[in-house]
């Protein structure tokens, strides 16, 4: 089964995000196991992330449409990557 984690800052979110949040890990949980993660400079993100194919998600960068973003998670799933994480706000580098 797929595991996606995204991976985020640590700020303080309205409510709002924190029920949308369980409410699309309940609809996902039949396709995939996601999980939220939150980070600070006391969290190594080469340690979290060991394992992870990983995907930085920016304003700036190139738009997919939802079939070729699903298209994108097939071929990632057929190529073996069982394990994604989606970096948002994320430094390159």
Known sequence: ML????????TVLPSYY???SKEYIKRL???CTLSLQSYDESISLE???SGYHTIHVSTKGLPKN??????HLQELSLGGSSKIA??????FG
Not at 86 to 91: A, C, G
Request: charged fraction near 20%.
């Open 66 to 71: 939802s079939v070729e973003f699903s298209q």
């Open 3 to 10: 595991s996606i984690m995204i991976v985020m800052p640590k």
């Open 47 to 49: 340690n979290l992330l």
């Open 18 to 20: 924190e029920g949308a």
């Open 29 to 31: 949980k039949r396709y």
């Open 86 to 91: 989606f970096l948002l706000d994320v430094p």
